[in-house]
């Protein structure tokens, strides 16, 4: 059974860093492109950073210069570090998987709240 747990919510002021992580279990995760999403209140759901199975990464451009993901094969987590973050970046965080792999059962997210 897949499982996907993501930690490393909170709340914090405008400029501060977070470090999210998303330990997974369940399927072959080294074979699998990752991603970071979040959903903020009354928006759709959307992809800020993915993952290669080697490394390569990609940012929505409204995290580029900020956010930091990668990945441990060998622990099977998918981290999201977090910086300069801004009020814009409140949202529920989840970790999946990401095009081409196909798409894993939802965890329970991770909220981030960013105070002015």
């Known amino acids: 059974q897949v499982q996907l747990v993501e930690s490393g919510g909170g709340l914090v002021q405008s400029g501060a860093s977070l470090r999210l992580s998303c330990a997974v279990s369940g399927m072959p995760f080294s074979l699998y492109v990752m991603g970071w999403y979040r959903q903020a209140p009354g928006k759709k759901r959307e992809l800020v950073a993915s993952i290669m199975t080697r490394g390569i990464t990609n940012y929505a451009d409204s995290v580029k210069e900020r956010f930091t993901i990668s990945r441990d094969n060998a622990k099977n987590t998918v981290t999201l570090q977090m910086n300069t973050l801004k009020p814009e970046d409140t949202a529920v965080y989840y970790c999946?998987?990401?095009?081409?792999?196909?798409?894993?059962?939802w965890g329970q997210g991770t909220q981030v709240t960013v105070s002015s």
């Open positions: 999946n998987s990401a095009t081409p792999s196909p798409p894993l059962t």
